[in-house]
């Protein structure tokens, strides 16, 4: 069972510098998000998406780039990275609200991304 | 917009003994759901138990179980006979039902959990 899988686990950037996160999920959920988790603030809501084609925007969107060219695929991309961006970062998903409504999100492991 | 808090940052308690973790939530929604996830050292979020608005049963699994105060808005989770592997950070969160578009979840800052053996 894959389940929710995020790569890299871990990856450290310079400012300026772009990169990708992957997510993909086997369990055929219509919703996938992204989350950053920084210390004494939780988690927060980049950007989400309810289904292939259609993403929109969370709490914390800035400086953030989503697709979802797939059901099974949410890459979240950062275009310039800053010293802001050095967080934790959470991909999770779940079933639609038509199909499982209140179902609970299943979470990747995580990256930590540093930006020097 | 929908807001949770946990107002206690760190909490300890001897093993075997009961600890009770404080959240409290802001909405205008009467159909919601909440949880509580875990999360231990390995960063991994593991979901604690569920509790559906509409319910007024108090969700419980196993050694975990809720106090859901729907008009007070707080959804305490109890832990009984604490266990060395229940040492975790813990996250109480808000999820919207919609009938359509996204079930977007709210999280509480955390409380990071500490069993003294």
């Known amino acids: 069972n894959a389940g929710v899988t995020q790569t890299p686990k871990f990856q450290v950037l310079k400012t300026g510098q772009s990169m990708t996160l992957q997510c993909a999920q086997d369990?055929?959920?219509?919703?996938m998000s992204w989350y950053r988790q920084d210390p004494g603030m939780g988690l927060r809501l980049i950007h989400y998406s309810v289904g292939a084609g259609i993403t929109d925007q969370g709490e914390v969107p800035n400086g953030y780039n989503v697709s979802r060219s797939t059901t099974e695929d949410f890459p979240l991309r950062l275009l310039s990275a800053a010293p802001s961006q050095t967080s934790v970062y959470f991909c999770a998903s779940s079933y639609s609200s038509t199909r499982g409504r209140g179902s609970p999100l299943h979470f990747g492991n995580g990256t930590r991304l540093t930006v020097t | 917009a929908q807001t949770v808090t946990q107002s206690q940052p760190e909490m300890s308690v001897q093993e075997a003994e009961t600890v009770t973790l404080s959240c409290t939530y802001d909405t205008s929604e009467s159909d919601y759901y909440l949880f509580w996830y875990k999360q231990p050292p390995s960063r991994q979020m593991i979901l604690v138990i569920r509790?559906?608005?509409?319910?007024?049963q108090n969700a419980t699994e196993n050694r975990f179980s809720v106090n859901f105060q729907k008009a007070a808005k707080s959804f305490s989770l109890k832990i009984s006979d604490s266990q060395l592997g229940d040492a975790a950070m813990y996250f109480c969160?808000?999820?919207?039902?919609?009938?359509?578009?996204?079930?977007?979840?709210?999280f509480g800052q955390g409380t990071r959990l500490t069993i003294n053996p």
């Open positions: 969160a808000y999820r919207s039902t919609p009938f359509q578009g996204a079930q977007k979840l709210v």
């Open positions: 369990m055929n959920h219509e919703y």
């Open positions: 509790q559906e608005a509409y319910k007024q």
